[in-house]
């Protein structure tokens, strides 16, 4: 079964692991059907629910897969960039919450002729008999946020679309920040945002 994590707005490995807890199981079939050989890259899109106090800033897409049969699984990280066509896309209305947002982010298209060239050797190699096991899909980000962050539960919620038909559905729901981290930190990891 390939393995996809959609890694919150702090970059530690200790929210891989959380992540993984918080797949709601309906998500988990539609996790298992991402396959290089049919998805337009193009059309992935990656979406985040945070507090409005919060903004996403650098985002990254790493796909990790074979390409040949010896060695570790490839791995590619390519940067992602806000969507301006989906900034609120429609089936995600259902999952707002007062006092959130929602972002959605696409490979950027610089970023996509490699992209491609590595959908490629996945795909090649897979039709020479390669073993289609072990691969892993993962987003990542930086946040900064407005002014001090929210007393309370810091909840954010990711989401994925492999492509047009099927829309969003989540990864991650509801996971909070602070549960994962102490205070000093979670100020650390998510700056104040340049005026």
């Known amino acids: 079964m390939s393995r996809i994590f959609l890694i919150p707005l702090i970059a ?7 992540g993984c807890s ?3 199981v309906s998500s988990i079939y539609k996790l298992t059907q991402f396959e290089p050989e049919t998805v337009d890259l193009a059309e992935l899109r990656a ?8 903004r996403p800033k650098q985002v990254t897409l790493i796909i990790g897969a074979r390409t040949h049969d010896t060695g570790p699984a490839q791995k590619q990280m ?15 209305k259902k999952e707002a919450k007062p006092g959130t947002r929602h972002y959605v982010f696409r490979i950027a298209p610089g970023d996509m002729p490699q992209a491609e060239r590595f959908r490629r050797e996945i795909v090649a ?3 020479n008999g390669g073993s289609k096991g072990g691969g892993s899909l993962s987003v990542g980000a930086d946040a900064c946020r407005i002014g001090q962050l929210p007393a309370g539960r810091l909840l954010l919620t990711t989401y994925l679309k492999f492509d047009g038909r099927h829309g969003y559905f989540p990864v991650v729901r509801n996971i909070d920040m602070r549960s ?16």
């Open 12 to 18: 530690l490995t200790v929210l891989i692991f959380a």
């Open 78 to 92: 390519f940067f992602l960039e806000p969507d301006p066509v989906q900034s609120n896309p429609p089936n995600l």
């Open 125 to 127: 190699y897979r039709a």
């Open 22 to 24: 918080r797949t709601p």
């Open 47 to 54: 979406a985040v629910r945070v507090p409005e106090e919060l």
């Open 180 to 195: 994962l981290v102490d205070e000093n930190t979670l100020r650390e990891k998510i700056p104040q945002c340049p005026a």
